[in-house]
């Protein structure tokens, strides 16, 4: 599941110069990128493709294999600022060891999201 986010850059309320950027109830300074941290939600494969998921899931692929599971909602991403000196980039931005960096298409917004399954 894609969750696309949408984070601008907005005049500094103290210095109409400098800019910032929203990032969701943040507002990272003018050296500092937003980052956005997706979660996978919690999902059971359905081994009888005849029985419906339960009530609350929805019926998709998982894995790379492309089997048949149910899945919750995913959780709230999470947000937060770091340091980016010179042109923003994912060289600013640490992901944990299970995720990547990807730009967002939005300037100074990145996220961090699970990397593709085998």
Same mark, same amino acid.
């Given at each position: 599941?894609?969750?696309?986010?949408?984070?601008?850059?907005?005049?500094?309320?103290?210095?109409?110069?400098?800019?910032?950027?929203?990032?969701?109830?943040?507002?990272?300074?003018?050296?500092?990128?937003?980052?956005?941290?997706?979660?996978?939600?919690?999902?059971?494969?359905?081994?009888?493709?005849? +029985?419906? /998921? %339960?009530?609350?899931?929805?019926?998709?692929?998982? #894995?790379?294999? @492309?089997?048949?599971? !149910?899945? &919750?909602? *995913?959780?709230?991403?999470?947000?937060?600022?770091?340091?980016?000196?010179?042109?923003?980039?994912?060289?600013? +931005?640490? /992901? %944990?060891?299970?995720?990547?960096?990807?730009?967002? #298409?939005?300037? @100074?917004?990145?996220? !961090?999201? &699970?990397? *593709?399954?085998?």
């Amino acid at each position: 599941m894609l969750l696309l986010l949408a984070c601008v850059l907005t005049p500094d309320s103290t210095d109409p110069v400098v800019a910032t950027v929203a990032c969701d109830t943040l507002s990272c300074g003018t050296d500092e990128v937003c980052i956005v941290e997706e979660y996978e939600p919690a999902c059971e494969n359905l081994y009888d493709t005849g +029985v419906s /998921c %339960p009530e609350g899931t929805t019926l998709t692929m998982c #894995g790379g294999a @492309g089997i048949a599971c !149910c899945c &919750e909602p *995913p959780p709230p991403a999470s947000y937060s600022c770091a340091t980016c000196t010179g042109e923003p980039s994912c060289d600013c +931005v640490t /992901c %944990p060891a299970d995720k990547a960096c990807e730009a967002t #298409g939005t300037t @100074g917004t990145f996220r !961090c999201a &699970e990397m *593709p399954k085998p």
